[in-house]
């Protein structure tokens, strides 16, 4: 008769060790292998959803501001530059030369010696020692150009506003320490904007004139003048001095003046509406009425922007105020990045079924750039919330 093989725990199923866990029923592991603790539980699963206003602190904006306007080179408002020398002739060289009291003229000789009897003046206040003195009157508007111009605008910012945020909850009864296990979803929306105005180009037109006093300074050599008023004749004879002037002044003097003054005047504005949905993870600690919980997670964002620039170069002059240039800039679109979340929420029950929540969410996407003609603008999509969510269990 056989002897019954007896039994031993190297025998026992795996699978009738498995049920005999889940079942409560103490068991013991094979030799030589560890205990596996039975998974914990907290209850049936919870399902909440909640929803409630915040306010977003709101995404970084980049800015940095161009203009067009110092590409243009606009006519003159002012009038233009203008040169009306008197008939007094190059003062290095023979010619004749007419004054307001008098003239020194060429006759037959002065080509080869440089002198004439061919002169003539009107005051004796003319003669000043060993001198003639004549005196001729032009006029002259002067033409200037000052350009001012500096690269434009670099600025960041935040773009903080209002907010929404709606979330569903599905808590497990599974735990972890002190915490039960869930998951999460929600849908959070965020608005802002910025707006920033500049001014980088100037222009300044000026026009000055002048009336142009000449003084010719010449020397008589001991010749004694006739008394004035005196007309040499140009086949002579007369007393003979030099055709060319020892010296010859120009004194300017400062009649009117005009000026045209352009400026641009820059405005930029980005506005931008946050669509999110994310999707993670959450641990739960109760402690009646009260509920921590932690989440995380996964997020995908859509971005409504609206970049927009306009800009106008005026024209101050004496005529009056007036628009020379504008321009009006506009881009809007969605773009959509990718991203990640996490939350702190402190719930507080009200009744068996209804709670609030007090929360704070930080939320990171990545950036992106639009322009909006010659200006930049670029968008950190990250973020903190503030927020509060009235919410029921089910």
């Known amino acids: 008769m056989k002897t019954a093989e007896p039994i031993t725990m190297k025998r026992i199923p795996t699978a009738l060790l498995a049920s005999l866990a889940i079942s409560g029923i103490p068991s013991v592991a094979p030799a030589g292998e560890a205990k596996t603790p039975a998974a914990a539980t907290g209850g049936d699963w919870q399902w909440s959803l909640s929803a409630g206003p915040a306010w977003h602190s709101g995404g970084k904006l980049g800015f940095a501001g161009g203009s067009r306007s110092q590409l243009l080179d606009p006519p003159s408002f002012v009038g233009n530059a203008v040169l009306e020398v008197p008939p007094v002739g190059d003062a290095s060289a023979v010619a004749d030369r007419f004054y307001n009291d008098g003239y020194v003229r060429q ?17 004796a206040s003319q003669v000043q020692g060993d001198s003639l003195v004549y005196h001729a009157t032009g006029f002259e508007s002067i033409r200037t150009d000052t350009v001012h111009t500096t690269p434009g605008m670099r600025r960041d910012s935040r773009m903080p506003g ?47 004139d002048h009336r142009l006093d000449y003084t010719d300074r010449y020397d008589l050599g001991g010749v004694i003048p006739p008394s004035a008023p005196y007309a040499g ?12 002037p020892a010296l010859r002044e120009i ?25 999110g949905i994310g999707a993670g993870l959450s641990l ?5 009425p009260w509920t921590v ?25 004496p005529a009056g105020t007036a628009t020379y240039a504008s321009w ?45 003609g010659p200006s ?17 269990r089910f």
């Open 251 to 275: 004194v300017p003097v400062l009649l009117d003046s005009d000026t045209a003054v352009f400026t641009n005047q820059v405005g930029a504005s980005f506005k931008n509406k946050t669509f």
């Open 162 to 208: 209002a907010a929404f945020s709606l979330r569903a909850d599905a808590t497990s009864p599974h735990t972890w320490g002190p915490f039960r296990v869930g998951a999460t979803i929600g849908v959070n929306v965020a608005t802002g904007s910025r707006s920033h105005t500049f001014t980088n180009h100037r222009l300044v037109q000026v026009r000055e």
């Open 293 to 317: 919980i932690f989440s995380g997670g996964v997020s995908l964002e859509f971005h409504d922007y609206t970049a927009a620039m306009s800009e106008t170069y005026t024209v101050s002059s």
């Open 328 to 372: 009006n800039d506009k881009n809007s679109g969605v773009k959509v990045r990718p991203g990640l979340f996490a939350e702190v929420a402190a719930r507080y029950d009200i009744g068996e079924r209804n709670f609030i929540d007090g929360f704070v969410r930080a939320g990171l996407a990545d950036d992106f750039s639009v322009g909006a």
């Open 376 to 392: 930049r603008f670029r968008y950190e999509s990250s973020g903190v919330s503030f927020g509060v969510r009235i919410g029921h």
């Open 233 to 244: 004749e140009i086949d002579g004879p007369g007393p003979l001095i030099d055709n060319i």
């Open 284 to 288: 739960d600690y109760h402690q009646h």
């Open 107 to 123: 006759d037959a000789g002065t080509a080869a010696d440089g002198t004439t009897w061919f002169w003539g003046y009107d005051n």
